[in-house]
Structure formats: C-alpha cells, structure tokens
T-cell receptor, first 114, second 111 residues
C-alpha cells in the first residue's frame, strides 16, 4: 500500500505567487482531508471531501484558498495569491467510512512564502 | 466547539523510565478519541482509536486508556526510538467527520 502521496514535499515561493499542492489518497478511501500545521496553532482542518464532494470548508482561512477533488484519486489545494503567513506544513489525509473515522496522513508539503 | 488540551507540552525521560501523557477534552458527544505519533519532518502516524469510556488499547510499550473527560497514553519502559510528538484528537460525530487535534506532547527518551 503506497499510502497518501503528496507533492511537492517542499516549496519556497515569493509573496503573491500561486501555489498548488497535490494529493493522491489511499485507493478505496472515500474521505479526503486537508490540514495545516503550524507551531502556534497545531493541526487545523481546512476542508474535507466525501466521495469527491466538499463537505465542510469552514476551516479555509480566506478566499485566497481553494480546494478541488476532480476524481477519487486526486485533490489539489491552491493558494492565490500567497502571503508569508501562509508558511506552514500542509497535510493531506484520507479515510473510509467503515474505519470509524480513522484517517491516514501523507508526509506533508512544507511551504515557505518569502 | 470541541477542545483538546494535552499535557505536558514536553517530557524528557530516561530509557526505561515509565510515564504517562494526558489528553483532556471537551466535546458535545464523543464518538472517538485518536492517538497519533509524529516524527520530525513526517506526517502523523495512526496509533489507536478509543470509542468509549473504560476502553483500553495496547501496542508494544504503549497503552491508551479513556475516561469521560480524558485519555492517557502510558509508556512503559520507553526506548530512545519512542521519542516523537504524540498527538491526541477527538471526533464529536454526527454527520461531521472533523477531527480536532491537541497541540501534542513532545517526548524525548534519553539512552
């Protein structure tokens, strides 16, 4: 089992640029989550999907953030325009209904906005 | 709003020195409590799920327990490779699959 795959692992970008983070969930999972981790706030849920449909995006900080899941094996999180305060580790996680809400995380995308 | 508080923030142990990590929570109706381990530069790794008060789960040197207000992660005779950040999360259920995480306990085990 390949696990949740995220790319890029590291990204350094200039303020104002567009950033796209990518995620491939574990095959067969019907839930996909995007989390952000910072020292100050810990792990925060940004958005989650069920069967490719966004269910709760109340954690998305502002309109600069958007997420899509065009099919069961791919999701993107986009930040446009990026700001230095967006610097964080972004995690994708997936799970399935029968797992009792156990979710499995990818290795994360480390974003630095300068 | 669900709240999770983990203590201590950091814990340093000698190899073989047993101890416990605490996770206290406030939720409107607990459906599940989760423990994860996170190594530096890695994503959280699933350890346990507990669903009801009185439940216990064990894995090697780790044992997780659950009461109506808190969970403990007991570490027996730890080894240096147990050094990591341990995260606790709660799921308050309903139709919402949102997990609320604590900020974690950084455990260091010295040889």
């Amino acid at each position: 089992d390949a696990g949740v795959i995220q790319s890029p692992r590291h990204e350094v970008t200039e303020m104002g640029q567009e950033v796209t983070l990518r995620c491939k969930p574990i095959s067969g999972h019907d839930y996909l989550f995007w989390y952000r981790q910072t020292m100050m706030r810990g792990l925060e849920l940004l958005i989650y999907f069920n069967n490719n449909v966004p269910i709760d995006d109340s954690g998305m900080p502002e309109d600069r953030f958007s997420a899509k899941m065009p099919n069961a094996s791919f999701s993107t999180l986009k930040i446009q325009p990026s700001e230095p305060r967006d610097s964080a580790v972004y995690f994708c996680a997936s799970g399935w209904t029968a797992s009792g809400n156990t979710i499995y995380f990818g290795e994360g995308s480390w974003l630095t906005v300068v | 709003e669900d709240q999770v508080t983990q203590s201590p923030e950091a814990l340093r142990l000698q190899e073989g020195e047993s101890s416990s990590l605490n996770c206290s929570y406030t939720v409107s109706g607990l459906r599940g409590l989760f423990w994860y381990r996170q190594d530096p530069g890695k994503g959280p790794e699933f350890l346990f799920t507990l669903y009801s008060a009185g439940e216990e789960k064990e894995k090697e040197r780790l044992k997780a327990t659950l009461t109506k207000k808190e969970s403990f992660l007991h570490i027996t005779a730890p080894k240096p490779e147990d050094s990591a950040t341990y995260l606790c999360a709660v799921w308050s259920g309903g139709s919402n699959y949102k997990l609320t995480f604590g900020k974690g306990t950084l455990l260091t085990v010295n040889p």
